[in-house]
C-alpha cells in the first residue's frame, strides 16, 4: 500500500518539466528564426547580381543592361547601353569579372555590395534594397563600419 506522501511534488516536477521544456521551445525556434533571417535577408540582392551574371554569360546584353534599370529604349542618363556594352562586353574591361561570380558580400547603409573577382582583383556592384537595381559601388567596403569602430575607439580612449 502506497504512503501517504509517496506523490507528494509530483505535480510540480511535471509542472516544472513542462515549463522547462517550453522556455527551451522558445528559445530554440526564436535561435532558428534569427538565424535564418540573417542567413537569406540579402537572397534577393545576391540573386540580382547573379541574374546579372547569368545574362552577362548568356550574352544577353539587353537584359543585362535592364538589371541597372535602363533599357535601350530609355537609356541611363550617364550609362548608355554603348557604354554598357564597352565596360561588359567580351573585349570589355570588365569582361574578366564575368566567369568569377560573387566573392564576397556586405549589407551597407541603403544597399548591399557584392565583390566579384579574386581578392587581389576585384569590381565592386552595388544593388539599392530599396528597387534592387544595380550599379557600381562608391566603396570597395562600408565605411559605415569603419566609422563605426573609429567612434568607438574615440569615445574609449579619447581624442588624441
Not at 54 to 83: H, I, M, V
Given at each position: 500500500m502506497p504512503g501517504y506522501l509517496e506523490g507528494y511534488?509530483?505535480?510540480?516536477?511535471?509542472?516544472?518539466?513542462?515549463?522547462?521544456?517550453?522556455?527551451?521551445?522558445?528559445?530554440?525556434?526564436?535561435?532558428?528564426?534569427?538565424?535564418?533571417?540573417?542567413?537569406f535577408r540579402d537572397y534577393k540582392h545576391e540573386q540580382t547580381i547573379k541574374g546579372f551574371?547569368?545574362?552577362?554569360?548568356?550574352?544577353?546584353?539587353?537584359?543585362?543592361?535592364?538589371?541597372?534599370?535602363?533599357?535601350?529604349?530609355?537609356?541611363?542618363?550617364?550609362?548608355?547601353?554603348?557604354?554598357f556594352t564597352e565596360d561588359w562586353g567580351p573585349q570589355?574591361?570588365?569582361?574578366?569579372?564575368?566567369?568569377?561570380?560573387?566573392?564576397?558580400?556586405?549589407?551597407?547603409?541603403?544597399?548591399?555590395?557584392?565583390?566579384?573577382g579574386s581578392e587581389k582583383d576585384q569590381l565592386f556592384l552595388w544593388v539599392e534594397r530599396q528597387n534592387g537595381v544595380l550599379g557600381y559601388s562608391p566603396w570597395n567596403g562600408c565605411p559605415e563600419r569603419k566609422l563605426r569602430i573609429m567612434r568607438w575607439l574615440k569615445m574609449k580612449f579619447g581624442q588624441s
Open positions: 511534488g509530483a505535480g510540480e516536477a511535471a509542472r516544472e518539466r513542462k515549463l522547462f521544456l517550453w522556455i527551451g521551445s522558445t528559445v530554440a525556434v526564436a535561435l532558428l528564426v534569427t538565424i535564418l533571417y540573417f542567413s551574371l547569368n545574362a552577362l554569360r548568356a550574352q544577353d546584353y539587353k537584359t543585362a543592361y535592364s538589371f541597372w534599370g535602363c533599357t535601350e529604349a530609355a537609356p541611363c542618363r550617364d550609362y548608355s547601353f554603348a557604354k570589355g574591361a570588365n569582361a574578366k569579372y564575368i566567369s568569377s561570380g560573387l566573392s564576397d558580400t556586405e549589407r551597407c547603409g541603403t544597399g548591399y555590395i557584392g565583390a566579384l
